[in-house]
């Protein structure tokens, strides 16, 4: 999928970021296996990559490293398939992005 958005100008003059997943409840040790990134362009919108590594299905949160999302309802895209998904932007930054 990366592939297809590497000619968009985030990928290419935007600011990268790694973000530490983060568990999603106590006792769940499954947010060690995911690695994730986050890439801000300056004119055009954000982007987040999450893979997961581990051998089983896990869950985690991932605080988005984008703190002028405060304040706002957002709408986030799934690139990979074709769920939308409405979302409070402090509450992505804060607490984080719930990852299943």
């Known amino acids: ?3 297809i958005l590497k000619d968009t ?3 290419r003059n935007g ?3 790694q973000i530490v997943p983060l568990p999603a409840w106590p006792g769940n040790l ?3 296996g995911f690695v994730s990134y986050a890439w801000a362009g300056k004119d055009e919108g954000r982007y987040v990559a999450v893979i997961n590594y581990g051998e ?6 991932l605080r ?21 998904y409405h979302r409070d932007g402090g509450d992505l930054v804060q607490r984080g992005l719930y990852i299943d």
């Open 1 to 3: 999928m990366l592939l």
């Open 64 to 84: 988005l490293p984008f703190p002028e999302l405060q304040e706002r309802q957002l709408l986030l895209t799934d690139l990979m398939g074709s769920e939308v």
């Open 15 to 17: 600011d990268w970021s």
């Open 9 to 11: 100008s985030a990928f």
């Open 30 to 32: 499954s947010s060690e």
């Open 56 to 61: 089983d299905r896990g869950q985690c949160y």
